[in-house]
């Protein structure tokens, strides 16, 4: 499925289950040395799509330990994205020689908890909701719209390094499968160029919403 969001130099791997006899580096187990089952079966799978990925794109397999916020940490040179919900694990690497960073999400396709639009929404985003509700109805467009949200973080925080909240990029969500995102923070790239928008794709198939963004290198 993810695939179908990223263009060719992007390397995916997904799986719908959690390959048994999966091994961890020293380094990530002790990253999950207390987690219960689900976060433990949740991390591993990822980290293995993580390898895959990286293995068809010629880089060799080295822990993937996390930083302050949880994020991975990618081999010199490299850029990846992870993500994971009932049923569905995804990693994404390309080299950051042609692409700057990546994002993916992925959620189950269901109405958001009660209140929780509110809290991860602008007014004109709930507005655009229940417009495109409207126009197909049978599409969870709340959720679509928090796991866009989800992978616009994942795409910032890789080259500013500082947390984006909900409230710092305001969504246009569109009917054909993509959006873009206006970044209502300031920030810069390394290369001191500044970010002001992103434009990503979203997908909804087999009870799932996948969203994925990849920024071109410069």
């Known amino acids: 499925m993810i695939e179908r969001l990223l263009p060719s130099e992007v390397s995916c791997v997904e799986t719908f289950t959690d390959p048994p006899d999966v091994e961890l580096f020293p380094e990530e187990e002790a990253i999950i040395a207390r987690a219960v089952g689900k976060r433990r079966r949740e991390f591993t799978t990822g ?12 880089v060799a397999p080295e822990p993937l330990v996390s930083d302050e916020r949880r994020a991975p940490q990618w081999p010199a040179g490299t850029i990846g994205s992870i993500t994971h919900c009932s049923g569905y694990r995804a990693a994404v690497v390309a080299h950051q020689a042609k692409v700057q960073s990546l994002g993916i999400d992925a959620e189950p396709h269901e109405a958001l908890p009660k209140g929780v639009l509110d809290v991860v929404s602008l007014p004109a985003e709930r507005a655009q909701v229940a417009e495109l509700s409207a126009a197909r109805p049978e599409l969870r467009w709340d959720r679509i719209l928090f796991s866009c949200k989800e992978t616009v973080y994942k795409t910032w925080y890789p080259i500013t390094r500082e947390w984006l909240g909900f409230e710092d990029a305001r969504l246009d969500l569109r009917l054909d499968g993509t959006f873009t995102a206006h970044l209502l923070k300031s920030g ?12 990503g794709r979203w997908l909804v198939d087999d009870g799932l919403i996948v969203t994925a963004i990849a920024l071109p290198a410069r």
């Open 47 to 58: 980290r293995w799509c993580a390898r895959e990925a990286l293995s068809r794109i010629g």
């Open 188 to 199: 810069t790239d390394p290369a001191g160029n500044a970010l002001a928008e992103f434009a």
